[in-house]
């Protein structure tokens, strides 16, 4: 039985995975390695990462402008065009769905966060509003209340000791 040291392997897997151009297969044969081993380090490989290793790291070199120019292209073809390009461009149809869902929820997302933003500053300009407010409101009413004591009292000032013009 041979043994293949874990750089061998992993470089291998990488290179399988990053360039779906061609088969497993094919890679297989080119270094001379049973089919059906590589297919198990590539298996092996997608259950101790996740299975879509290779188009996650696929994804990391797309940049938003060119997903989203990517799901313009696509948009208008046919199932059979979508594979066409997906296959020429290395990726799969699966994750141009998903980069049309990140985008679908992002153009809801941004300005709904702009909205709460605003709506919190708007509230919290009209809670400092009102809090000035009632503390004017305040000093009025206590202000017209002392001015009020102020009346009566010089009315009953005058009903004791009458009007000084009198005198």
Request: proline share 2%; glycine share 2%; net charge positive.
């Amino acid at each position: 039985m041979v043994s293949y040291t874990k750089e061998f392997k992993k470089s291998m897997i990488e290179k399988i995975l990053l360039n779906s151009d061609r088969s497993v297969v094919s890679y297989a044969r080119e270094a001379s390695i049973p089919d059906s081993t590589v297919a198990t380090w590539i298996r092996n490989h997608k259950k101790k990462n996740g299975d879509a290793v290779g188009s996650k790291k696929q994804t990391r070199q797309w940049t938003a402008e060119q997903k989203f120019e990517a799901l313009l292209h696509t948009a208008p073809l046919s199932e059979a065009e979508k594979s066409e390009y997906c296959r020429k461009n290395g990726i799969f149809p699966e994750q141009l769905e998903e980069w049309k869902k990140d985008c679908i929820s992002g153009c809801r997302k941004s300005p709904d966060r702009e909205h709460a933003k605003k709506t919190r500053e708007t509230e919290q300009e009209l809670k400092r509003k009102n809090k000035a407010l009632e503390k004017e409101l305040n000093r009025k009413e206590k202000a017209l209340a002392e001015t009020a004591a102020l009346l009566v009292l010089k009315k009953k000032a005058q009903e004791l000791w009458g009007d000084q013009e009198d005198e």
